[in-house]
C-alpha cells in the first residue's frame, strides 16, 4: 500500500481512530501490529514470513545476549543475528548479482553459474538495518533487551516507516511504545501537516521532475549538454523531494498517532562540504554508518591512511546497500572520494562558503548520474557529455523547469531564515485556506498514472 494512493488515507484515518479510541496500551499496540502487517502484506503477503523471522531472531538473540554473562554465549547469538539478517538481504538483494559479476570469471575455468528470479521484498534494506542496529546495542550494553514481544514486534514492524524509513533506534521507538500517549489536537494537526506537505513534496514536486529524468535518461545519447544538465539537476530535486516527501509524511502519520521519529533531512543541497552534506542527507543512514560500520572499523582513532580506508569502505558499502550495481558502488566510492579529500583539505587550507557550497554541487551532482544510470557505461557516456558541448535535442520541459525554479526559491528562503512559511499555525485565518489549496492542487495537477516512491526498490 503506497502512502499516494487513494487506499491510504482511509487505512490511516481508520488506525487513528482506533488506536485513539483504546486505553490500553497492549491492546493499542496490538492493534497497530496488526495494521501494520495488513500494511505489508498489501503488497506481497509471501515476504511477510521474512519480517516475522527477522524479529523472532533478533528478540530472542537480544534476550539471550541480554542475559548471558559469558562472552563466548554473547558473542554466538550476536553472530546468529549478523548471519540470519545479513543471510537474508544478501540472497535477495545481491545473490544476482555476484552471480552475474562472477559470470565471466566462473566462464573462463568452465564452471556454470544461473541467475534465479528473485523478488526484492519492499524495505527488506531497512528493517534488517533497523533489528541489527537494536542487537547490536544489546550486545555493546548500551541498551537492556525487551521482554515484551509484542512491542518489539510492533518496534520493527510499524507501517509509517517500515518500507522506506527512516531507520529509528530501539532507543528511540521501544520507550514511546511502552506507554499510550496523551492525545494532543496540536500534534494531531501538526501530523497532518507534515502529512500534507510530504505529499505535496512527492505528488506536486518530484513527480513532476521524474517526468522530465524518466525521458532524458531512457535515451541520453540523443540530448544536448544542456538538456543533460537540466534533466541532471531535476533528479537531484526529484530524488530529495520524493524522499524527503516520504519522511513528512511518514513522521506526520506517527506524530498523529502520537510518537516521534528523528528527523531524516535537513537541506542536504545547501551543504558547503561533503561531511555536512551526509549529517544532513538521510540522516538516519548516516548515522547507522558512522556508528555500526565506520567507528568499529575504527573511525579516525588508527592514523590518517587508516582514516581514508574506513571512509571509502564505509561509503562503498553503503553505496551498495542502496542496490546490487556497480553504479551504486561507484556512487558509494565516489562519496567516499568526496569525504577523504575533504578531511585531507581540512588539515591544509579552507575554502570559502560560496566555493564549498559549488564544489559539493558538483560532486553530488555527479554522483546522482551514478546513482540514476541503469549502468555504467551509460554514465560514463552521459558524464562525458554534461563536461563538453555536445549537440543534441534541446528540450525545455516546462514543469520540471517550474519545480526546478521553486526547489532553489525554497532552499535560498531556508538559507535566508525565512522558514515560517512552511508551517501553518492552527490559529492563523491563512491556514485553512492554505491547506484548501494544497489538497485541490493534490486533485488536479497531480500527473497521470502511480509512480512508487523512488526509495521503494532499496
Not at 507501517?159 to 506507554?179: C, D, N, T, Y
Request: glycine share 8%; hydrophobic share 50%.
Amino acid at each position: 500500500m503506497g502512502f499516494t494512493r487513494l487506499e491510504f488515507p482511509i487505512f490511516l484515518a481508520l488506525v487513528i481512530a482506533l488506536v485513539w479510541a483504546t486505553r490500553r496500551v497492549t491492546l493499542r499496540n496490538a492493534i497497530l501490529l496488526a495494521a501494520s502487517y495488513y500494511f505489508y502484506a498489501y503488497w506481497d503477503y509471501r515476504f511477510c514470513g521474512l519480517l516475522i523471522l527477522s524479529t523472532v531472531v533478533d528478540f530472542i538473540a537480544a534476550r539471550q545476549i541480554d542475559r548471558s554473562q559469558s562472552q563466548s554465549i554473547r558473542r554466538l547469538f550476536l553472530l546468529t543475528s549478523l548471519c540470519v539478517n545479513l543471510g537474508v538481504l544478501g540472497f535477495f538483494k545481491y545473490y544476482n548479482f555476484f552471480i552475474e559479476s562472477l559470470a565471466d570469471v566462473w566462464g573462463h575455468w568452465g564452471w556454470g553459474s544461473q541467475t534465479l528470479q528473485i523478488i526484492l521484498p519492499v524495505g527488506i534494506s531497512f528493517y534488517t538495518f533497523q533489528t541489527l542496529s537494536y542487537t547490536i546495542d544489546v550486545y555493546r550494553r548500551r541498551l537492556r533487551a525487551t521482554s515484551n514481544f509484542l512491542n518489539f514486534a510492533l518496534y520493527v514492524a510499524f507501517f509509517p516507516q517500515l518500507v522506506a524509513g527512516p531507520i529509528v533506534r530501539a532507543k528511540e521507538l521501544l520507550p514511546q511504545l511502552a506507554v499510550r500517549p496523551t492525545f494532543s489536537k496540536r500534534r494531531m494537526y501538526g501530523g497532518f501537516q507534515q502529512l500534507l506537505r510530504g505529499a505535496v513534496k512527492k505528488i506536486l514536486i518530484a513527480d513532476r521532475m521524474g517526468e522530465a529524468v524518466d525521458v532524458v535518461f531512457a535515451g541520453p545519447d540523443l540530448y544536448s549538454t544542456v538538456t543533460l544538465w537540466i534533466a541532471v539537476v531535476a533528479y537531484a530535486g526529484q530524488i530529495y523531494y520524493d524522499f524527503s516527501g516520504y519522511t513528512d509524511m511518514a513522521t506526520g502519520a506517527a506524530k498523529m498517532m502520537g510518537y516521534r521519529f528523528p528527523p531524516n533531512f535537513r537541506h542536504p543541497y545547501l551543504s558547503s562540504n561533503m561531511a555536512q552534506f551526509w549529517r544532513r542527507w538521510h540522516m538516519t543512514l548516516s548515522r547507522w554508518l558512522r556508528d555500526y560500520l565506520y567507528i568499529p572499523l575504527g573511525g579516525n582513532r588508527l592514523g590518517r591512511s587508516r582514516t581514508y580506508v574506513n571512509l571509502m569502505v564505509t561509503m562503498t558499502l553503503g553505496g551498495l546497500w542502496h542496490g546490487a550495481a556497480w553504479t551504486f558502488a561507484l556512487w558509494g566510492i565516489w562519496h567516499g572520494l568526496g569525504l577523504a579529500v575533504h578531511r585531507m583539505s581540512t588539515t591544509r587550507f579552507r575554502l570559502s562558503r560560496g566555493v564549498g557550497w559549488g564544489l559539493t554541487t558538483m560532486v553530488v551532482l555527479v554522483g546522482w548520474v551514478l546513482f540514476r544510470s541503469p549502468d555504467v557505461s551509460s554514465a560514463m557516456s552521459i558524464l562525458g557529455r554534461m563536461s563538453w558541448p555536445t549537440a543534441g535535442i534541446d528540450w525545455f520541459p516546462p514543469l520540471p523547469l517550474l519545480m526546478i525554479g521553486v526547489m532553489v526559491i525554497e532552499h535560498a528562503c531556508w538559507a535566508a531564515g525565512w522558514r515560517r512559511p512552511r508551517r501553518l499555525p492552527a490559529d492563523r485565518w491563512y491556514s485553512p485556506v492554505v491547506t484548501a489549496i494544497f489538497l485541490w492542487s493534490l486533485v488536479l495537477y497531480a500527473p497521470q498514472g502511480f509512480r512508487p516512491f523512488v526509495y521503494f526498490q532499496f
